[in-house]
């Protein structure tokens, strides 16, 4: 079996830093615009941000026990293929190679682009052509291996984490530009409260992405049992602190009306917190984080593709297994992959992007939920070195979450909703083609 060539060398500390690492992208800085738009409200913006993480901690700490359990590479894909079947977990690799990686890409080349303009004063028009730049030439240096792939993701490791601890550590403890009432979730400026709650809490998903991943190490740690709830709880639950903290500065920095669908909003507190000399400084930082975020999703994304094909489930697998003869990197999955992130760039906003790969992904993730509960019924026996603390509260939180938020896109975001169930079930009569090919 894959699990004993697995070599269990991962303790609690590198466990820890390794959830942090995976979760904490752009979206940060990023977001929010759009949580503040929806929510019109310094203290419900911060109660969004604190469930959303706390609702992240609950399904970390559910699929977590997949990953335990069913310790094989390819991760949500073999626990989905191991509870539903060969067709759903299909599905999910199709999803993720034709909506979820190349929509990360676009959303934040888009972003990239954006913060770019600002901070050089260029005109709006050069957003996209600077977006299309930033994401061609990340796939260029990860078709120079696999080795440069990974030092532009060190790099931006260090330079994601930098920005975050200056704006927070700074931020913090820098007099107040701004007054609120904590207890003030109600605004004049919301629709309804609930519409304000619900698509903010929605908003915040995409600065969470990234947890479906941190259960992958459990057949490389040293004490499962022990130290992967604790990396896991330990983790998201500082990434929460941080969340909320960081937007704390920001809504004691800049008024709502500042914030509110300003996607350069990180930079302009930065500008008012360390004044023009160091706030462009730590913009830059913002850059190059950015600029790594979208390497790991180009790094990861293109070998998606390139496994299924290992497989043979795919169309045309002779093409998407190909690999340079220098460089062994799966050139013909990446050019692939760029094409379709190119196409949304084009045609897709960041928010637009970033809603539709969240529900698209959290539809997986509550059939995940799910299969905790019918593996448990199912395979009561099965060897699970490491069980959902609080089962079966626990598991139920995070798939009543996951419910709430793909209801919710569905009711405020119908067009993007179903164009994202299209692009999945566009997968079905592929991969029905390709069984009958084969």
Known sequence: MEQQHLKKEIGLFAALATVMGTVIGGGVFFKVATVVQATQSASLTLLVWLLGGL????????????AAAIPKTGGAVKYIEYTYGKLPAFLLGWAQMIVYFPANIAALSIIFGTQWVALLHWSNSAIVPVAIVAGASITG?????????????????IFKLIPIALIMVVGLFAPAHVTFAWTALISPQQTSFWSAFSA?????????????????IAGEMKNPKRDLPLAIGGGLLAITII???????FVRTLPIADLAGNLNAAADASMKIFCDLGGKLVTVG???SVYGAINGYTMTGMRVPFAMAEEDALPFSHLFKRLSPHTSVPY????????????????????????MLVFVMWGFSVALFVAVFILRRREPDMDRPYRVPGYPIVPAIAMIGGVFILVVTAITQPLLAVIGIVLTAIGVPVYLWNERRK
Do not use: C, H, P
């Open 332 to 355: 013909f999955a990446g050019s692939v992959q760029f094409l379709i992130a190119l196409i949304m760039m084009l045609l897709g906003s960041f928010d637009l992007l970033t809603d």
């Open 141 to 157: 240096l990860n078709f120079l291996g696999a080795k440069v792939g990974a030092r532009v993701q060190s790099l931006g490791l």
């Open 200 to 216: 903010g809490l929605v908003a915040t998903m995409f600065a969470y992405d990234g947890w479906l991943g941190v259960g992958a």
């Open 286 to 288: 913002i850059l190059i």
């Open 243 to 249: 969340y909320v903290l960081i937007n704390l500065v």
């Open 55 to 66: 609702l992240t901690l609950a399904a970390g700490l559910t699929v977590t026990e997949l």
